[in-house]
């Protein structure tokens, strides 16, 4: 799985700095409020504070990816963001998916675009593109957001067959944007990885199962659909992991510890049961600096960077 455009390890300062972004996607849908983390300072999504000054280190493309569903007889498409190297030519592709919105009880969140500056800046500088789909209504994609709500839709459920369903649909959503992105002419098919925090950490793991001929990895950020304690939560989580691994390429699990979805020990236990399915994987954990939440991991790069670089390089 090695590609051929990493630089050498913290090359830039900022990957040797902790780093906290703009946007950040939140857990399963187990109870509390989306969070997001202040910017350090004001530059653009594209650009990072250096010197006394904002550097670009990408370009930014705001696409739609059509589908093949439609809603009340209105076709639906997928607000795709992509970060690319500021150079032309083919390049490895990273499809990085968002999470879920706290408990989903406040629908001012679903409106929001997710992408991640850490995230997004991390792999750019390291030749890849890298690709934040926006599954059905969230961000500016089209569509109902519908991944597993109650009743009444005033928050997530927490019963199974909801939660399940809910994750069949984004695991629809993410087939359709990858498909779309495999047609792009900037994109390596050959290096084609996929990752995601917390729902999105998850879904990509079962995706990578689904799809075992097209990803030379996948990443999973505190990954998880459901959080502690809510309701089927651990039936479902299970489902979902279990389900990963059939997924015969590699993988790696980056959790925080003091995460408020998933406690750490929860969190190994679903890599357990991951491998007892017979799943290949290392689990890393990692502490964040005091006060800050481990569920927003992803935004750490100086955390996790030299285990995602080795996982990378793996032949």
Same mark, same amino acid.
């Given at each position: 799985m090695r590609h051929t455009m990493k630089p050498s390890r913290c090359r830039w300062p900022w990957v040797c700095a902790i780093a906290v972004v703009l946007a950040s996607g939140c857990?399963?849908?187990?109870?509390?409020?989306?969070?997001?983390?202040?910017? =350090? %300072?004001?530059?653009?999504? @594209?650009?990072?504070?250096?010197? #006394? &000054?904002? *550097?670009?280190? /990408?370009? *930014?493309?705001?696409? *739609? /990816? +059509?589908? +093949?569903?439609?809603?009340?007889?209105?076709? !639906?498409?997928?607000? $795709? !963001?992509?970060?690319?190297?500021? /150079?032309?030519?083919?390049?490895?592709?990273? =499809?990085?998916?968002?999470?879920? @919105? #706290?408990?989903?009880?406040?629908?001012? %969140?679903?409106?929001?675009?997710? @992408?991640?500056? &850490? =995230? /997004? %800046?991390?792999? =750019?500088? *390291?030749?890849?593109? $890298?690709a934040f789909p926006q599954r059905r209504g969230r961000g500016q994609s089209g569509g109902t957001y519908d991944e597993g709500f109650n009743a009444e839709r005033s928050a997530y459920s927490c019963e199974a067959a909801s939660a399940l369903a809910g994750a069949e649909r984004a695991l629809a959503d993410l087939d359709v944007a990858v498909n779309w992105l495999r047609d792009r002419a900037d994109v390596d098919t050959t290096q084609l990885y996929v990752g995601g925090t917390s729902r999105g950490g998850i879904l990509s793991l079962v995706h990578a199962a689904n799809r075992p001929d097209i990803y030379s990895g996948a990443m999973n950020f505190v990954g998880g659909w459901l959080g502690e304690p809510c309701g089927d939560y651990d039936e479902v989580n299970k489902n979902l992991f279990t389900r990963a691994a059939a997924n015969p390429g590699p993988t790696i699990w980056l959790y925080g510890r003091n995460d408020s979805f998933y406690s750490i020990e929860y969190s190994r236990s679903n890599h357990e049961a991951f491998a007892g399915a017979g799943g290949s994987g290392a689990f890393h954990e990692f502490t964040r600096a005091a006060g800050l939440d481990g569920h927003f991991v992803a935004n750490d790069p100086a955390l996790w960077g030299a285990a995602v670089d080795d996982f990378l390089e793996a032949p």
């Open positions: 857990g399963g849908g187990g109870g509390g409020s989306e969070l997001t983390e202040p910017p =350090v %300072q004001s530059c653009n999504s @594209t650009s990072v504070f250096e010197n #006394g &000054a904002c *550097r670009t280190f /990408a370009l *930014r493309i705001d696409a *739609r /990816a +059509p589908t +093949p569903f439609t809603e009340s007889g209105t076709a !639906v498409s997928l607000e $795709v !963001v992509l970060f690319k190297p500021l /150079a032309d030519g083919r390049f490895p592709t990273l =499809v990085f998916n968002h999470g879920s @919105t #706290g408990d989903g009880s406040d629908p001012a %969140q679903f409106d929001i675009t997710y @992408t991640n500056k &850490a =995230v /997004a %800046q991390f792999f =750019v500088e *390291r030749g890849f593109i $890298v």
